[in-house]
């Protein structure tokens, strides 16, 4: 079992930046690819970012690549995600997530959700 809390998501205006973190706690943390979603309103469930186990292999989305970027410290059990240039498309609840395999894209892939953080980007 893995607990995952988000946190640092808010009102923002575009331009903007923020920092999203996720603290796990549970099993080993160093043994997972972590990944952060979102999910804005009316739509899917949107995968954003990926970091495997080191921190040495990521992979972001299209959609926020340049601007977003995702990293780990596995001695604080915490994932991030430093969001730059915000935009008001960017607004959703943003989700960090576990997965006990190579890193992944789709949700279902994941094995472990936090409750997620807030992100409002206003124009």
């Known amino acids: 079992q893995v607990q995952l809390v988000e946190s640092g998501g808010g009102l923002v205006q575009a331009g903007d930046s923020l920092r999203l973190s996720c603290a796990a706690s549970?099993?080993?943390?160093?043994?997972?690819?972590m990944g952060w979603f979102r999910r804005a309103p009316g739509k899917e469930r949107e995968f954003v970012a990926a970091?495997?186990?080191?921190?040495?292999?990521?992979y972001v989305s299209t959609s926020v690549k340049g601007r977003f970027t995702i990293s780990r410290d596995n001695a604080k059990n915490t994932v991030y995600l430093q969001m730059n240039s915000l935009r008001p498309e960017d607004t959703a609840v943003y989700y960090c997530a576990s997965a006990s395999r190579a890193i992944a894209t789709m949700p279902h892939q994941y094995d472990y959700w936090g409750q997620g953080t807030q992100v409002t980007v206003s124009s």
């Open positions: 549970g099993r080993t943390f160093s043994n997972y690819v």
């Open positions: 970091i495997n186990w080191s921190g040495g292999g990521t």
